[in-house]
C-alpha cells in the first residue's frame, strides 16, 4: 500500500502525513501495549520514520518492553490520546495506532505480536502471522 495516509489525535492538536509504503500491520498484545492504550491490545502499522510527517508535539513515554528493549510511546500532550510507537530494536520504524487514521478502515492486520500475552477478555484474532524477527 503506498496512498498517502493521515490521521491524528482526538483534540486535533496532533496530525500527520504518512508517504511510506506500510512494512506491515499487527495487533499486539503485550503488557506494555495494553497500559498504554488501555485496552487488550493495540492495533499498529510499521512505516519507515522519513515517509512520516507530524504537525504538533508528540511526547514519548519510555518504557521496557517484554523483550527488554527500550520504547516509546508517543501521544498527544493535550488529549493523551496513544498516537505512535518506537523501539531502539528497529531504530527506522515508527508504529502508528491504526485508530489515528483518519480512515481506519485502511487497516488490515496480518501479524501478531506478543500473542501469549492475549487477555482471556481480548481473544486474538486466529491465523494471522507470527511477528517478523
Ligand atoms: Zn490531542
Ligand atoms: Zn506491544
Given at each position: 500500500?503506498?496512498?498517502?495516509l493521515t490521521?491524528?489525535?482526538a483534540?486535533?492538536?496532533?496530525?500527520?502525513e504518512?508517504?511510506?509504503e506500510?512494512?506491515?500491520?499487527?495487533?499486539?498484545?503485550?503488557?506494555?501495549?495494553?497500559?498504554?492504550?488501555?485496552?487488550?491490545?493495540?492495533?499498529?502499522?510499521?512505516i519507515?520514520?522519513?515517509?512520516?510527517?507530524?504537525?504538533?508535539?508528540?511526547?514519548?513515554?519510555?518504557?521496557?518492553?517484554?523483550?527488554?528493549?527500550?520504547t516509546?510511546?508517543?501521544f498527544?500532550?493535550?488529549?493523551?490520546?496513544?498516537?505512535?510507537?518506537?523501539?531502539?530494536?528497529?531504530?527506522?520504524?515508527?508504529?502508528?495506532?491504526?485508530?489515528?487514521?483518519d480512515d481506519?478502515?485502511?487497516?488490515?492486520?496480518?501479524?501478531?505480536v506478543?500473542?501469549?500475552?492475549?487477555?482471556?477478555?481480548?481473544?486474538?484474532?486466529k491465523?494471522l502471522?507470527a511477528?517478523?524477527?
Open positions: 500500500m503506498t496512498e498517502q490521521g491524528g489525535c483534540c486535533g492538536a496532533v496530525r500527520y504518512a508517504k511510506g506500510i512494512e506491515f500491520s499487527f495487533n499486539c498484545h503485550c503488557r506494555k501495549c495494553q497500559r498504554s492504550t488501555g485496552t487488550g491490545h493495540s492495533s499498529a502499522f510499521a519507515d520514520v522519513a515517509g512520516i510527517q507530524f504537525q504538533g508535539e508528540v511526547r514519548e513515554h519510555k518504557a521496557i518492553s517484554d523483550n527488554g528493549a527500550a516509546y510511546s508517543g498527544c500532550p493535550t488529549c493523551g490520546s496513544p498516537l505512535t510507537s518506537r523501539t531502539e530494536r528497529f531504530p527506522n520504524r515508527i508504529y502508528i495506532h491504526a485508530a489515528t487514521l481506519p478502515s485502511h487497516f488490515s492486520p496480518s501479524v501478531i506478543f500473542e501469549e500475552a492475549a487477555q482471556p477478555w481480548d481473544p486474538p484474532i491465523n502471522e511477528a517478523p524477527k
